[in-house]
């Protein structure tokens, strides 16, 4: 019943909601993993589509952005048409600051005649109240499922544990010696029994996009369960990593970026970058990864699949099996997968049954993990709440040149 409940109570947040303002993914990351050249061609999930965005400044040959989620494509829709029709101040209001001046004005002249219909109605009824910068929630980045958790948790830092100043001192800290000492003045006030308890609730998880198997997973793998996982991940980030340059939780923790510290595609010359051309090789679908496969013949040479597999381990495991099926019929010759997970491993992704050339396999004989590479990138990682990250060239499909694959 409870697992019922849950999965209820996910599918009403994600079916009727935005739920990513902002991708949760660090790119910089993926950037060495994919190694990506003219001729690739990528496949995203597009999240908020920040990323889709930044793998274009590589220049591969087209990217493939793809959601069952109408609104996560229409965010990314709305920044294609304001990269074609805004100068550079308009649009680091709108995604840098997330609000701008006369909101209705620039949506109604400048972008509004540049979407699609569907887009066109979401943002018709959200645009001018999502980048006001007016009310409680007085930034886009507080908007959405994420973003109304981000201002509770800001309203908390604010209002209820007062500890904005060291909030603001560790974002701007120049050493991890002094991000380290200042959150040693915050952990004890900060992880209160109300906050412990408010972050391992599946309804909290829900709005930051963590479904039960997702938990689950988690849980199967870190002894002090997903709050423990939830406190470590936290330090890290204030201890091990500089913040600087953190512009995932800088703005979480403030609700907008600062010219000095946000996504590549905020920044000036890559978006001119974008604005002449670059953007035209992006193409944005709303289905599923296995309708995006078998109803578009183009081949895929790189995959980013993000967490979504952690979606499908348990109650969908059949579609899980369907998916990487049609990945292996659709791969280019040489193709790269990469995926993250919220648990420390992925024993289920190796054990997926496919058909190659008429021979039973599992997916884990059809993958060359890139270990070492992955751990150190990991290590790396900004964002720092996903519990593993794996990167994998394909070694059998129909289309895998063995030669080159094995090298």
């Keep these: 019943m409870l697992n019922w409940l849950s999965r209820r109570w996910f599918h009403l947040v994600h079916r009727n909601n935005l739920v990513y303002n902002t991708?949760?993914?660090?790119?910089?990351?993926?950037?060495?993993?994919?190694?990506?050249?003219?001729?690739?061609?990528?496949?995203?999930?597009?999240?908020?589509?920040?990323?889709?965005?930044?793998?274009?400044?590589?220049?591969?040959?087209?990217?493939?952005?793809?959601?069952?989620?109408?609104?996560?494509?229409?965010?990314?829709?709305?920044?294609?048409?304001?990269?074609?029709?805004?100068?550079?101040?308009?649009?680091?209001q709108l995604f840098g600051f997330g609000s701008i001046a006369k909101p209705k004005e620039v949506y109604k002249q400048q972008i509004r005649s540049h979407l699609t219909d569907p887009t066109r109605k979401f943002w018709d009824s959200r645009f001018h109240r999502?980048?006001?910068?007016?009310?409680?929630?007085?930034?886009?980045?507080?908007?959405?499922?994420?973003?109304?958790?981000?201002?509770?948790?800001?309203?908390?830092?604010?209002?209820?544990?007062?500890?904005?100043?060291?909030?603001?001192?560790?974002?701007?800290?120049?050493?991890?010696?002094?991000?380290?000492?200042?959150?040693?003045?915050l952990k004890d006030v900060f992880w209160s029994r109300f906050i412990r308890f408010a972050v391992s609730r599946d309804s909290t998880l829900s709005m930051v996009g963590v479904p039960r198997a997702q938990r689950?997973?988690?849980?199967?793998?870190?002894?002090?369960g997903i709050g423990g996982f939830i406190q470590q991940c936290v330090e890290a980030v204030f201890v091990d990593l500089p913040l600087k340059d953190n512009y995932f939780w800088r703005v979480y923790?403030?609700?907008?970026?600062?010219?000095?510290?946000?996504?590549?595609?905020?920044?000036?010359?890559?978006?001119?970058?974008?604005?002449?051309?670059?953007?035209d090789r992006l193409q944005i679908h709303t289905s599923s990864i296995l309708e995006f496969l078998h109803t578009n013949e183009v081949e895929i040479s790189r995959y980013i699949l993000l967490d979504h597999m952690?979606?499908?381990?348990?109650?969908?495991?059949?579609?899980?099996?369907?998916e990487w099926q049609a990945i292996l019929d659709r791969a280019a010759p040489q193709t790269r997968i990469l995926w993250r997970s919220g648990g420390l491993k992925t024993d289920y992704v190796d054990q997926v049954g496919v058909t190659v050339d008429g021979q039973d396999y599992q997916v884990g004989d059809c993958l060359s993990y890139k270990r070492e590479l992955a751990e150190k990138l990991h290590a790396q990682d900004r964002v720092h709440t996903y519990g593993s990250f794996y990167i994998a060239d394909l070694i059998r499909g129909p289309n895998v040149n063995w030669e080159t694959a094995a090298t």
């Excluded at 689950?216 to 002090?224: A, K, L, Y």
């Excluded at 946000?262 to 051309?277: A, M």
């Design 216 to 224: 689950e997973e988690v849980e199967r793998h870190f002894e002090g």
């Design 310 to 322: 952690d979606w499908l381990s348990s109650v969908y495991y059949p579609v899980l099996e369907q």
């Design 23 to 92: 991708c949760w993914e660090d790119p910089r990351l993926d950037r060495v993993a994919l190694e990506l050249g003219p001729e690739d061609t990528v496949m995203v999930i597009t999240s908020a589509g920040c990323n889709s965005l930044d793998y274009l400044l590589q220049e591969p040959k087209g990217v493939y952005a793809v959601d069952m989620n109408p609104r996560q494509n229409a965010l990314l829709e709305l920044k294609v048409a304001a990269i074609r029709n805004l100068d550079y101040e308009q649009f680091f």
């Design 130 to 185: 999502f980048f006001s910068g007016n009310g409680w929630r007085n930034s886009f980045y507080f908007y959405g499922s994420s973003g109304i958790f981000a201002r509770l948790i800001n309203l908390y830092i604010d209002r209820v544990v007062r500890v904005r100043p060291d909030i603001q001192q560790a974002l701007n800290a120049e050493t991890l010696e002094e991000q380290a000492e200042i959150y040693t003045r």
């Design 253 to 279: 923790l403030t609700g907008h970026y600062t010219p000095e510290c946000c996504p590549e595609y905020l920044k000036p010359d890559n978006f001119q970058r974008l604005k002449d051309g670059l953007v």
